[in-house]
């Protein structure tokens, strides 16, 4: 089984939609991170979370909020989406300073 | 702010020969830095860490070395094979933070 995994692998939906994207990793890793991807601008930090308690925006928070219901869960919500959050996200967990592990990711597409 | 950058953004090769892609960065204060491999429909997957201390880090066919005053970072791949056509990214950490920057990749293709 996958270390980190994210669901669902695909999603679309309309403008205005709430979107809730779910992340789960076995790795026991105490940090975990939201990232987007878009086409020519690369990976970008959405969310961070060093634990259950403690959340962290990152360069491009605005539009989503998250939620660390566990260790082990981090999910990422998307309250009313709009077409421009159209693009590719990541989970991703890690110890410290060390690599990241990253899921499979997400593609959403809003309409 | 920092910021990341990938050249070239794509490379077509024959299979077999030796290539180096370049990361270049504008702080130099990093704590260190990543080279990850994405494969279409799957994340990222690490290939060398190389802390802010050291020169360069090898794994097998691969190849990163780190010169942190000109702000530069090259992945060097030998005898390139099909099964390394991917996007390659290399990520800054800044500092003593979680905060990876990433640069946009180079998207390379190992032809027969």
């Known amino acids: 089984d996958a270390d980190v995994t994210q669901t669902p692998r695909n999603r679309i939906t309309k403008t205005g939609k709430r979107i809730m994207l779910e992340c789960s990793q076995t790795?026991?890793?105490?940090?975990m991170y939201w990232y987007r991807q878009d086409p020519g601008l690369g990976l970008r930090l959405i969310y961070y979370?060093?634990?259950?308690?403690?959340?962290n925006k990152g360069e491009i928070s605005d539009g989503y909020s998250v939620s660390r219901q566990a260790q082990a869960k981090f999910s990422l919500s998307l309250e009313s989406a709009i077409p421009n959050q159209t693009a590719l996200y990541f989970c991703?967990?890690?110890?410290?300073?060390?690599?990241?592990?990253f899921g499979p990711g997400t593609r959403l597409t809003v309409l | 702010k920092q910021e990341v950058t990938q050249i070239p953004a794509a490379l077509s090769v024959p299979e077999g020969e030796n290539l180096v892609l370049n990361c270049s960065f504008t702080?130099?204060?990093?704590?260190?830095l990543q080279w990850f491999r994405q494969d279409p429909g799957k994340g990222l997957t690490s290939l060398l860490l190389?802390?802010?201390?050291?020169r360069e880090q090898t794994s097998g066919r691969l190849n990163a070395s780190l010169d942190k005053s000109s702000g530069r970072s090259t992945l060097y791949i030998a005898a390139s094979q099909p099964g390394d056509s991917a996007t390659y990214l290399c990520?800054?950490?800044?500092?003593?933070?979680?905060?990876?920057?990433f640069g946009t990749g180079t998207r390379l293709q190992v032809f027969p």
């Open positions: 979370s060093f634990d259950v308690k403690d959340i």
């Open positions: 190389i802390q802010s201390s050291q």
């Open positions: 702080d130099s204060a990093i704590y260190n």
């Open positions: 790795k026991g890793h105490d940090r």
């Open positions: 991703a967990t890690g110890r410290g300073t060390d690599t990241q592990y």
């Open positions: 990520a800054v950490r800044s500092g003593n933070t979680d905060k990876l920057i």
